[in-house]
């Protein structure tokens, strides 16, 4: 034996094992089957339905004869970058619908919209608002060489809960 391993032993002394018999009852016990009963369903809680706005949807380009003296600065401070085209995905909408004048959405929300074209559909970030003069009706910013002059009546939109995941 080696010096290392003597010390070991009697710094560290092996523990008796105890190898205890089964009790008379246990060891004579016969396997049975066991039956798995089913737990109660628990019924799924449905996704929250959002209220659905219809809408007119019109487009609106940064230029000072559609919006004000300072086109390219929007009503949350952002700033429209200069060479954007309407995939920036962003929109005014009118005041009767933002929270500032007694509405549901705030700007920062994102928004599905559906009912313009298969291209225009789809989700939206608010960042402007419109003239006091409009009601129920929402803008999409796009740019001027896109040429989509066009106005679309009945426009479905609603607001979409933030989706939160773990970094």
Same mark, same amino acid.
């Given at each position: 034996?080696?010096? &290392?391993?003597?010390?070991?032993?009697?710094?560290?002394?092996?523990?008796?094992?105890?190898?205890?018999?089964? /009790?008379? @009852?246990?060891?004579?016990? !016969?396997? *049975? @089957?066991?039956?798995?009963? !089913?737990?109660?369903?628990?019924?799924?809680?449905?996704?929250?339905?959002? /209220? #659905?706005? %219809? #809408?007119? &949807?019109?487009?609106?380009?940064?230029?000072? +004869?559609?919006?004000?003296?300072?086109?390219?600065?929007?009503?949350?401070?952002? *700033?429209?970058?200069? +060479?954007? !085209?309407? =995939?920036?995905?962003?929109? &005014?909408?009118?005041?009767?619908?933002? =929270?500032?004048? $007694?509405? =549901?959405?705030?700007? $920062?929300?994102? #928004?599905?919209?559906? $009912?313009? !074209?298969? +291209?225009?559909? $789809? %989700?939206?970030?608010?960042?402007?608002?419109?003239?006091? *003069?409009?009601?129920h009706c929402m803008d999409i910013l796009a740019a001027k060489w896109e040429h989509l002059d066009e106005m679309w009546k009945n426009v =479905?939109? %609603?607001?979409?809960?933030?989706?939160?995941?773990?970094?």
């Amino acid at each position: 034996m080696s010096i &290392a391993l003597v010390l070991l032993t009697l710094l560290f002394p092996p523990r008796p094992v105890f190898s205890a018999a089964l /009790p008379s @009852t246990v060891a004579h016990l !016969s396997p *049975r @089957t066991v039956s798995f009963v !089913s737990a109660p369903l628990v019924p799924k809680r449905l996704p929250r339905r959002l /209220p #659905v706005y %219809t #809408v007119t &949807a019109t487009i609106y380009e940064a230029d000072p +004869r559609q919006t004000d003296s300072e086109p390219f600065i929007t009503a949350d401070n952002s *700033r429209i970058p200069r +060479r954007h !085209s309407s =995939k920036l995905r962003w929109m &005014a909408l009118s005041r009767d619908l933002l =929270k500032p004048w $007694g509405g =549901k959405f705030a700007f $920062g929300d994102s #928004v599905r919209v559906t $009912g313009i !074209s298969a +291209r225009l559909d $789809g %989700t939206y970030i608010i960042h402007d608002t419109m003239n006091r *003069r409009h009601r129920h009706c929402m803008d999409i910013l796009a740019a001027k060489w896109e040429h989509l002059d066009e106005m679309w009546k009945n426009v =479905k939109i %609603t607001k979409v809960e933030p989706q939160w995941h773990a970094s």
